[in-house]
Protein backbone atom coordinates (compact mmCIF):
# COMPACT_ATOMS: atom_id res chain seq x y z
CA UNK A 1 0.00 0.00 0.00
CA UNK A 2 1.28 3.32 -0.95
CA UNK A 3 2.15 5.30 2.46
CA UNK A 4 0.52 8.48 2.67
CA UNK A 5 1.10 12.25 2.87
CA UNK A 6 2.54 13.58 5.49
CA UNK A 7 1.55 17.04 6.07
CA UNK A 8 3.21 20.22 7.73
CA UNK A 9 1.06 22.87 8.52
CA UNK A 10 2.30 26.37 10.32
CA UNK A 11 1.20 29.45 11.01
CA UNK A 12 1.47 32.62 13.13
CA UNK A 13 -0.70 32.26 16.08
CA UNK A 14 -3.49 34.51 14.67
CA UNK A 15 -3.21 33.06 11.47
CA UNK A 16 -6.58 31.39 11.28
CA UNK A 17 -4.92 28.28 10.84
CA UNK A 18 -6.96 26.71 13.58
CA UNK A 19 -10.23 27.49 11.67
CA UNK A 20 -8.48 26.19 8.31
CA UNK A 21 -7.56 23.03 10.22
CA UNK A 22 -11.03 22.81 11.40
CA UNK A 23 -12.78 23.53 8.42
CA UNK A 24 -10.16 20.71 6.24
CA UNK A 25 -11.06 17.94 8.59
CA UNK A 26 -14.84 18.45 8.64
CA UNK A 27 -15.01 18.74 4.96
CA UNK A 28 -12.63 16.00 3.92
CA UNK A 29 -13.19 13.04 6.46
CA UNK A 30 -10.18 11.32 5.29
CA UNK A 31 -7.09 13.03 6.90
CA UNK A 32 -5.69 12.27 10.27
CA UNK A 33 -4.93 14.89 12.62
CA UNK A 34 -1.87 14.05 15.27
CA UNK A 35 -2.33 15.59 18.28
CA UNK A 36 0.60 17.03 20.15
CA UNK A 37 1.86 17.26 24.16
CA UNK A 38 2.15 20.14 25.37
CA UNK A 39 3.49 21.51 28.59
CA UNK A 40 0.97 24.82 28.79
CA UNK A 41 -2.11 24.92 30.44
CA UNK A 42 -5.30 24.26 28.60
CA UNK A 43 -7.41 27.40 27.27
CA UNK A 44 -10.92 27.59 28.48
CA UNK A 45 -12.80 24.85 26.80
CA UNK A 46 -9.79 22.39 26.22
CA UNK A 47 -9.79 18.77 26.71
CA UNK A 48 -6.90 16.22 27.34
CA UNK A 49 -6.45 14.45 24.33
CA UNK A 50 -8.20 16.06 21.67
CA UNK A 51 -6.95 19.69 21.76
CA UNK A 52 -4.00 18.34 22.92
CA UNK A 53 -2.15 15.53 25.50
CA UNK A 54 -1.66 18.31 28.49
CA UNK A 55 1.53 16.86 30.50
CA UNK A 56 4.04 18.10 33.24
CA UNK A 57 7.75 19.24 32.42
CA UNK A 58 8.56 16.34 33.97
CA UNK A 59 6.54 14.27 31.76
CA UNK A 60 7.07 16.17 28.79
CA UNK A 61 10.95 15.37 29.68
CA UNK A 62 10.26 11.91 30.41
CA UNK A 63 9.06 11.00 26.74
CA UNK A 64 12.06 13.03 25.30
CA UNK A 65 14.19 10.51 27.75
CA UNK A 66 12.29 7.79 25.38
CA UNK A 67 12.56 9.31 22.08
CA UNK A 68 9.04 9.07 22.01
CA UNK A 69 8.53 12.38 19.76
CA UNK A 70 8.86 12.83 16.06
CA UNK A 71 10.15 16.28 16.53
CA UNK A 72 9.32 19.10 19.54
CA UNK A 73 10.33 22.47 20.52
CA UNK A 74 10.00 25.26 23.03
CA UNK A 75 7.38 28.03 22.18
CA UNK A 76 6.98 31.07 24.37
CA UNK A 77 8.49 29.37 27.49
CA UNK A 78 6.45 25.53 26.89
CA UNK A 79 6.85 22.46 25.36
CA UNK A 80 4.96 21.15 21.96
CA UNK A 81 5.74 17.60 20.55
CA UNK A 82 4.20 15.37 17.93
CA UNK A 83 4.22 11.97 19.23
CA UNK A 84 6.03 9.44 16.46
CA UNK A 85 4.02 6.11 16.78
CA UNK A 86 0.45 7.80 15.54
CA UNK A 87 1.92 9.67 12.93
CA UNK A 88 3.71 6.58 11.43
CA UNK A 89 0.97 4.16 12.31
CA UNK A 90 -1.79 6.28 10.55
CA UNK A 91 1.08 6.80 7.54
CA UNK A 92 1.70 2.95 7.42
CA UNK A 93 -2.30 2.43 6.50
CA UNK A 94 -1.99 5.05 3.90
CA UNK A 95 -3.64 8.18 5.53
CA UNK A 96 -2.44 11.30 5.05
CA UNK A 97 -1.40 13.14 8.12
CA UNK A 98 -1.67 16.63 9.66
CA UNK A 99 0.49 18.34 11.99
CA UNK A 100 -0.02 21.72 12.65
CA UNK A 101 3.26 22.80 14.30
CA UNK A 102 5.63 25.51 14.72
CA UNK A 103 8.16 26.37 12.14
CA UNK A 104 11.45 24.80 14.50
CA UNK A 105 9.45 21.63 14.87
CA UNK A 106 8.34 21.63 10.94
CA UNK A 107 12.16 22.13 9.96
CA UNK A 108 13.14 18.89 12.58
CA UNK A 109 10.71 16.96 10.41
CA UNK A 110 11.81 18.07 7.07
CA UNK A 111 15.19 17.33 7.83
CA UNK A 112 14.09 13.84 8.61
CA UNK A 113 11.36 13.10 5.89
CA UNK A 114 12.06 15.07 3.08
CA UNK A 115 8.84 14.12 1.34
CA UNK A 116 7.05 15.86 4.03
CA UNK A 117 4.80 18.94 2.77
CA UNK A 118 5.47 22.28 4.21
CA UNK A 119 3.10 24.86 4.20
CA UNK A 120 2.85 28.06 6.45
CA UNK A 121 -0.70 30.35 6.84
CA UNK A 122 -0.07 33.58 6.87
CA UNK A 123 -2.99 36.54 7.31
CA UNK A 124 -2.28 38.87 4.39
CA UNK A 125 -0.88 41.73 6.31
CA UNK A 126 0.85 42.22 9.25
CA UNK A 127 -1.80 44.53 11.03
CA UNK A 128 -4.35 42.19 10.27
CA UNK A 129 -2.13 39.30 12.47
CA UNK A 130 -2.04 41.77 15.54
CA UNK A 131 -6.38 42.73 15.03
CA UNK A 132 -6.62 38.48 15.27
CA UNK A 133 -4.46 38.05 17.79
CA UNK A 134 -6.53 40.82 19.62
CA UNK A 135 -9.99 39.93 18.97
CA UNK A 136 -9.32 36.55 20.16
CA UNK A 137 -9.40 37.69 23.65
CA UNK A 138 -8.01 35.00 25.49
CA UNK A 139 -4.53 36.26 25.96
CA UNK A 140 -2.96 39.27 28.15
CA UNK A 141 -0.97 41.93 26.29
CA UNK A 142 2.18 40.22 27.26
CA UNK A 143 1.56 37.35 25.99
CA UNK A 144 0.04 39.33 22.37
CA UNK A 145 3.54 41.50 22.62
CA UNK A 146 5.60 38.47 22.99
CA UNK A 147 3.66 36.16 20.02
CA UNK A 148 4.07 39.20 17.97
CA UNK A 149 7.60 39.56 18.32
CA UNK A 150 7.67 35.51 17.50
CA UNK A 151 6.09 35.81 14.49
CA UNK A 152 8.79 38.40 13.55
CA UNK A 153 11.37 35.50 13.78
CA UNK A 154 9.55 33.04 12.69
CA UNK A 155 9.00 35.27 9.13
CA UNK A 156 12.70 34.42 8.88
CA UNK A 157 11.85 30.80 8.37
CA UNK A 158 8.96 30.97 5.86
CA UNK A 159 11.00 30.72 3.13
CA UNK A 160 12.28 27.08 3.71
CA UNK A 161 8.52 26.26 3.37
CA UNK A 162 7.70 24.15 0.22
CA UNK A 163 4.17 26.46 -0.14
CA UNK A 164 2.46 30.01 1.22
CA UNK A 165 -0.66 30.01 1.73
CA UNK A 166 -2.70 33.36 2.23
CA UNK A 167 -5.34 32.79 4.75
CA UNK A 168 -7.83 35.78 4.16
CA UNK A 169 -10.43 33.54 3.19
CA UNK A 170 -10.95 30.35 5.31
CA UNK A 171 -12.86 28.92 2.60
CA UNK A 172 -10.54 29.42 -0.13
CA UNK A 173 -7.26 28.60 2.21
CA UNK A 174 -9.07 25.13 2.87
CA UNK A 175 -9.67 24.40 -0.32
CA UNK A 176 -6.24 25.18 -1.34
CA UNK A 177 -4.67 23.48 1.48
CA UNK A 178 -6.23 20.21 0.33
CA UNK A 179 -5.30 20.69 -4.10
CA UNK A 180 -2.44 21.08 -2.50
CA UNK A 181 -2.14 17.93 -0.61
CA UNK A 182 -4.18 15.83 -3.37
CA UNK A 183 -1.35 17.05 -5.64
CA UNK A 184 1.56 15.40 -3.45
CA UNK A 185 0.04 12.32 -4.63
CA UNK A 186 0.95 12.46 -8.16
CA UNK A 187 3.99 12.88 -7.45
CA UNK A 188 6.30 10.70 -9.61
CA UNK A 189 8.63 9.94 -6.68
CA UNK A 190 5.42 8.62 -5.17
CA UNK A 191 4.06 6.87 -7.92
CA UNK A 192 7.40 4.59 -8.45
CA UNK A 193 5.22 1.21 -8.76
CA UNK A 194 2.67 2.59 -11.39
CA UNK A 195 5.52 3.87 -13.93
CA UNK A 196 7.12 0.37 -13.26
CA UNK A 197 3.94 -1.37 -14.12
CA UNK A 198 3.06 1.09 -17.51
CA UNK A 199 7.00 0.43 -18.46
CA UNK A 200 6.32 -3.67 -18.04
CA UNK A 201 3.13 -2.69 -20.04
CA UNK A 202 5.06 -1.16 -22.85
CA UNK A 203 7.78 -4.04 -22.59
CA UNK A 204 10.79 -1.82 -21.62
CA UNK A 205 11.49 -3.55 -18.71
CA UNK A 206 9.97 -6.96 -16.61
P1 LIG B 1 -1.04 27.13 21.05
O1 LIG B 1 -0.46 27.24 22.41
O2 LIG B 1 -1.56 28.44 20.54
O3 LIG B 1 -2.06 26.02 20.95
O4 LIG B 1 0.15 26.71 20.07
C1 LIG B 1 1.32 27.46 20.01
C2 LIG B 1 2.17 27.01 18.85
O5 LIG B 1 2.66 25.67 19.05
C3 LIG B 1 1.43 26.95 17.51
O6 LIG B 1 2.25 27.56 16.52
C4 LIG B 1 1.25 25.49 17.24
O7 LIG B 1 1.19 25.20 15.85
C5 LIG B 1 2.52 24.94 17.84
N1 LIG B 1 2.45 23.51 18.15
C6 LIG B 1 1.39 22.77 18.53
N2 LIG B 1 1.74 21.50 18.67
C7 LIG B 1 3.05 21.39 18.37
C8 LIG B 1 3.99 20.31 18.31
O8 LIG B 1 3.68 19.15 18.56
N3 LIG B 1 5.26 20.61 17.96
C9 LIG B 1 5.66 21.87 17.66
N4 LIG B 1 6.92 22.04 17.29
N5 LIG B 1 4.81 22.91 17.69
C10 LIG B 1 3.52 22.68 18.03
Redesign the pocket.
Known amino acids: MTKGVLTIV?GF?GSG?GTVMKQLLSRHGEYALSI???T?KPRKGERDGVEYFFKTKEEFEKMIGEHAFL???N?VGNY???PASYVDEQLNLGKDVI????V??ALQVKKLRSDALLVFLTPPSGAELERRLRGRGTETDEVIRSRMRRAGEESELMSSYDYILINDDVDRATEELHNLIRSQHLAASRNEELIGRIRRELGVCR
Do not use: D, N, P
Open positions: SAKSATREYAYYGTLEIEQG
